[in-house]
């Protein structure tokens, strides 16, 4: 199995092959989704809420990401790994994002960055990847401005809303985008934009039509023991598993049965 790259991506939308993608923030998680041969990893700015315990991703900086996209490099040999460029790291100017994008290729060993926005980020998404930084966009909700946005809402609803999304979608396809990530959107606009446009979508929230899916891995596997969104499915309960393991691990150490024997050295 060789490396995922960006024309893998554009091959499978041609040929209708769906893939998933996941999020991963460690080396042993990044082992795993490797090895069951997902794609596409994302080191997101949901290591916020999922890594660094913070109410959403606004605090996120790119000094968090580094570290843990080093990480998920190393552990994943196969995987496209793409690094989210945090809130207030590709905002103020389009020289600003190719600063951070350079970043996270140089010492993170990035694949790719995702950055969220619409049509306003077209120069940022032009500039990043004529400057050999491969983008993956990010429209719909989008955490990052959530207090813009009025909270966690579908976006995209209603025909000038659905009509300024896939105006939004174009204009990053036609900035040099290789994907777009698509967030808690009608499945039916989702299906429209992945029908108009020749770069594939990533939905999560955004129905079976996109050309392929994104979890928060620690919410698809249950990690996350706490509420999770009604689109994501839980393939496992990880959390609770974990919870089982160190109460077993604190009895037997209590009651005198860890380390017995076999576990000691003479
Ligand atoms: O940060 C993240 O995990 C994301 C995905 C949910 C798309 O941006
Ligand atoms: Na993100």
Known sequence: RKRTRIHHLAEMKQRGERWA??????????????????????????????????????????????PLTRAVVQGAPHALVVADLPFGSYHVSVEQAVGTGIRFLKEAGAHAVKLEGGARFAPHVEALSGSGIPVMAHLGFTPQAEH???????????????????????????????????????????????????????????????????????????????RIPRFVKQYARVGDALLEAAKAYAADVKGGTYPDEAHTYH
């Open 148 to 226: 813009a946005l009025g909270g966690f809402r579908i976006q995209g609803r209603g025909s000038s809303a659905e009509q300024k999304l896939v105006e939004d979608a174009l204009a990053l396809q036609e900035a040099g985008a290789f994907a777009v990530v698509l967030e808690m959107v009608p499945g039916e606009v989702a299906k429209r934009v992945t029908a108009e446009l020749t770069i594939p979508t990533v939905g999560i929230g955004a129905g079976p039509d996109c050309d392929a899916q994104v979890l928060v891995w620690s919410d698809m596997a249950g990690m996350n023991r706490g």
């Open 21 to 66: 993608m996941l999020t991963a923030y460690d080396v042993y998680s990044a082992e795993i989704f490797d090895e069951a041969g997902i794609p596409v990893l994302l080191v997101g700015d949901s290591a916020g809420n999922n890594v660094f315990g913070f109410d959403n991703t606004i605090p996120v900086t790119v000094d968090h990401l580094v």
